[in-house]
């Protein structure tokens, strides 16, 4: 088997398309993580801290010098990405207990009775009028 005859019926499974569609929903659902905390968290938390937009907050290690930009440690973008990264960290954690819940459910199912000896006798007796 040729290598791209391969990789071909390796792309097509399943499995492949169903990575590539999860990496799709997940990097959409991270930009909605992350404009709802920009947009809808981080404004209330800024107006209790007295007016702070965290983008803007930062530590200057070298000042601008003519065209050369300042030298900035942006913790405040790094506190917004801290925050977007729990809320991930969150829904996938209840997302995977969600999944292991009905894993477990499944399993706890009681396995169908054994047939009773009535059963046996009959499919015995089906079977040799069958063969005759």
């Known amino acids: 088997m040729s290598i791209m005859s391969e990789f071909r019926q390796f792309a097509v499974k399943g499995n492949m398309i169903d990575l590539a569609i999860g990496i799709i929903i997940g ?18 938390i800024g107006l209790l801290l007295g007016n702070v937009d965290f983008t803007d907050l930062a530590v200057i290690l070298k000042p601008a010098v003519g065209d050369t930009p ?4 942006n913790y405040g973008v790094f506190i ?12 996938v954690f209840m997302l995977i207990k969600a999944i292991n ?14 047939p009773s000896k009535e059963e046996i006798l009959l499919t015995e007796i089906r079977d040799i009028l069958k063969s005759k």
């Open 80 to 91: 917004t990405t801290i925050i977007d990264f729990l809320i991930i960290a969150f829904v």
């Open 101 to 114: 819940m009905m894993k477990r459910k499944e399993e706890e199912k009681p396995a169908p009775p054994a």
């Open 27 to 44: 990097t959409a659902f991270g930009k909605i993580v992350s404009s709802f905390v920009q947009d809808v968290i981080m404004p209330p």
């Open 70 to 73: 300042a030298v900035t440690l």
